[in-house]
């Protein structure tokens, strides 16, 4: 699996209109929690549906974005912050120790 560099409001559109599932990983390059989560993250990544679109942010470079996906998928701004996108709206919101992999698959399946 690879990200997504997130780096424009366009694609956050895009999220937005897309069918089924996306991920989006907010992650801040200075943080080292931040930096731990998404490691804990990319070694168990391979259990998500191989299609699963998989879109990163780096918080530093696009504090506007973050701001946009917000204030689009109605959620307050953490880092790191996991959100699952479906069909458009933000189902899953974790953020700091709560991001795995194993909390997307639980609502993934359902």
Not at 13 to 23: R, T
Not at 42 to 54: A, F, G, R, S, V
């Amino acid at each position: 699996m690879n990200w997504i560099m997130l780096e424009s409001a366009d694609q956050i559109n895009a999220i937005k209109q897309q069918q089924g599932y996306s991920v989006i990983f907010k992650h801040s390059t200075r943080c080292s929690i931040s930096m731990m989560v998404k490691k804990r993250f990319e070694l168990d990544w391979k259990q998500l549906p191989e299609n699963l679109p998989l879109f990163f942010l780096d918080l530093i470079k696009h504090r506007d974005l973050s701001n946009q996906i917000a204030k689009d998928f109605q959620v307050y701004h953490e880092s790191p912050q996991l959100l699952l996108i479906k069909n458009g709206e933000c189902i899953l919101d974790l953020s700091h120790g709560e991001v795995s992999v194993e909390e997307a698959l639980s609502v993934i399946s359902d």
